[in-house]
């Protein structure tokens, strides 16, 4: 097989690993319907669950191929994981109060530095260090911005002051071992 080969061969799979993936992670909440009625997914369930799903593989597939740098792929999955868990989190129970409070939909606009960030950085590692660092620091903003601009009773609700924050300072750290490895990706390779 010659490099032109090679090439077409990628470009015609892209998307299959990702496809893959959200099938067999769908089947889990599908089987486990079968057995339990703890489990009570909708076709929406399925669907949004499975454009998320397939949204994060494919962007870590279509992101992660433009280094052979092994740091920097570790970076975007970190990144890219870190994303999806917080939109999931945030859907399923939502992180301040429940998945209804509509201060919920702040976290939406972490996610978005992140991708209009990428974007300005043309997804180069030291760019994308930064970009990590400014969605790590939003992250942490939410909860202060939902307990004193907002006035809301983040106390009052589970899981409560301290959980919340908690929560939050796991997804900031989250994205600051991104940001960290993308900032090791930048530094060129002694050899």
Not at 55 to 63: F, N
Not at 119 to 140: E, S, Y
Request: net charge positive.
């Amino acid at each position: 097989m010659n490099i032109k080969d090679i090439v077409m061969h990628n470009k015609k799979t892209i998307g299959l690993r990702p496809a893959l993936l959200t099938a067999f992670i769908l089947l889990i909440p599908f089987v486990a319907m079968q057995f339990t009625g703890e489990v009570n997914w909708t076709l929406s369930d399925f669907i949004l669950m499975g454009i998320l799903i397939f949204g994060t593989g494919l962007t870590y597939e279509l992101v992660a191929r433009r280094s052979a740098n092994n740091t920097y792929r570790v970076a975007v999955g970190v990144a890219a994981v870190t994303g999806f868990l917080l939109i999931w989190v945030n859907l399923a129970v939502g992180i301040i109060g429940s998945e209804d409070n509509p201060v919920n939909l702040m976290y939406f606009g972490v996610v978005a530095i992140g991708i209009i960030g990428a974007f300005i950085a043309r997804l180069r590692p030291r760019g994308m260090a930064w970009v990590l660092i400014v969605m790590a620091l939003a992250q942490m903003s939410v909860p202060v911005i939902a307990l004193f601009i907002a006035k809301l009773a983040v106390t009052m609700e589970p899981p409560g002051i301290v959980g919340v924050f908690a929560l939050n300072g796991f997804f900031a750290i989250l994205f600051a071992v991104s940001a960290l490895l993308f900032c090791c990706a930048s530094v060129p390779d002694p050899t």
